[in-house]
T-cell receptor, first 116, second 112 residues
Framework: GAVVSQHPSRVICKSGTSVKIECRSL??????MFWYRQFPKQSLMLMAT?????????EQGVEKDKFLINHASLTLSTLTVASAHPEDSSFYIC????????????FGPGTRLTVL | KQEVTQIPAALSVPEGENLVLNCSFT??????LQWFRQDPGKGLTSLLL?????REQTSGRLNASLDKSSGRSTLYIAASQPGDSATYLC???????????FGKGNQVVVIP
């Protein structure tokens, strides 16, 4: 159980394109979803936290107009990178929590974004 | 702000040796601590989760200990195998919220 999927797994786009990444909890209801980015040989950096039906909470330094997050249902959150530029190239990983007593997060397989 | 440090950053061991990976955190007021495995270009696989009230967790060849007062956790992998080659990430959940703070990882290579 506790499976999280991401789509697409890999995307290559031209500069200026907007890219949408989906994160789905397949077998549980995710009250909270998290979006991380990871640069090569670096750790995961939390970008934002989203709760179903409410606005996402962004970490300091993350542009909310650049990284648009929608958590429309208890099983789906989307991250849209608006007008992507080469510096947005990174590995984006989502996680989901069912709010259980352990506060455990279950991670998706990640999306590799390359902006040319 | 919670800071998580993992030492060593990288290590290589011959197959069969035991692995010892260290994680330290600056704020002992944590809710839980997790160890993850990450293969190159892949997402995270949860290995062990230790609640703040626990001192260790075991799963097969893996054992993780937690000393909250000193801000340390150790992941032991017994009788290492080439398939254990990966990056191991330590993450803590600060008390009061569920935002994980990650270390940079221990990159492990097990040599056949």
């Amino acid at each position: 159980g506790a499976v999280v999927s991401q789509h697409p797994s890999r995307v290559i786009c031209k500069s200026g394109t907007s890219v949408k990444i989906e994160c789905r909890s397949l077998d549980f209801q995710a009250t909270t979803m998290f979006w991380y980015r990871q640069f090569p040989k670096q750790s995961l950096m939390l970008m934002a936290t989203s709760n179903e039906g409410s606005k996402a909470t962004y970490e300091q330094g993350v542009e909310k107009d650049k990284f648009l997050i929608n958590h429309a249902s208890l099983t789906l959150s989307t991250l849209t990178v608006a007008s992507a530029h080469p510096e947005d190239s990174s590995f984006y990983i989502c996680s989901a929590s069912d709010g259980g007593s352990y506060n455990e997060q279950f991670f998706g397989p990640g999306t590799r974004l390359t902006v040319l | 702000k919670q800071e998580v440090t993992q030492i060593p950053a990288a290590l290589s061991v011959p197959e069969g040796e035991n692995l010892v990976l260290n994680c330290s955190f600056t704020d002992s007021a944590i809710y839980n601590l997790q160890w993850f495995r990450q293969d190159p270009g892949k997402g995270l696989t949860s290995l062990l989760l230790i609640q703040s009230s626990q001192r260790e967790q075991t799963s097969g060849r893996l054992n993780a200990s937690l000393d909250k007062s000193s801000g340390r956790s150790t992941l032991y992998i017994a009788a290492s195998q080439p398939g254990d080659s990966a990056t191991y990430l330590c993450a803590v959940t600060p008390g009061g919220n569920n935002r994980l703070a990650f270390g940079k990882g221990n990159q492990v290579v097990v040599i056949p």
